[in-house]
């Protein structure tokens, strides 16, 4: 499981190669367990929702919010790549999703199939 986050993290410019359902769903859980508590720790520390801003810290609190956001989504862009790789399809699948409802369920079956054991990404 840390292997998995750690490899997240130091991959997050990397679109070749591949990346495992391990790979992919472990960094999406820690994710959002971390999105969940950070979020409610700082609303509880602010006082009101971090989307508001009143003053000059709340501002902070919004833009420092909007980088780890913007990170987190390079990241999540690049594993989801990897992912596409594992199972033998170009990353442009990830367009898919642009198709309402159906293309999110074709892209979620995508991030469940099983891995290919050679791909044109493989190392």
Do not use: C
């Amino acid at each position: 499981m840390m292997n998995a986050y750690k490899k997240y993290w130091s991959n997050i410019l990397n679109f070749s190669g591949t990346a495992t359902r391990s790979e992919y769903w472990w960094p999406a859980i820690i994710n959002a367990i971390i999105a969940f508590i950070a979020a409610a720790v700082v609303q509880n520390i602010v006082g009101h929702p971090i989307t508001e801003i009143y003053n000059f810290a709340d501002l902070n609190y919004s833009l420092g919010t909007r980088f780890i956001a913007f990170l987190v989504w390079l990241a999540n862009w690049t594993v989801t790549v990897r992912r596409l790789h594992d199972t033998d399809r170009s990353g442009w699948w990830i367009v898919i999703q642009i198709i309402p409802l159906l293309g999110t369920i074709w892209f979620l079956i995508l991030m469940l199939l099983p891995s290919h054991s050679q791909t044109r990404w493989s190392n």
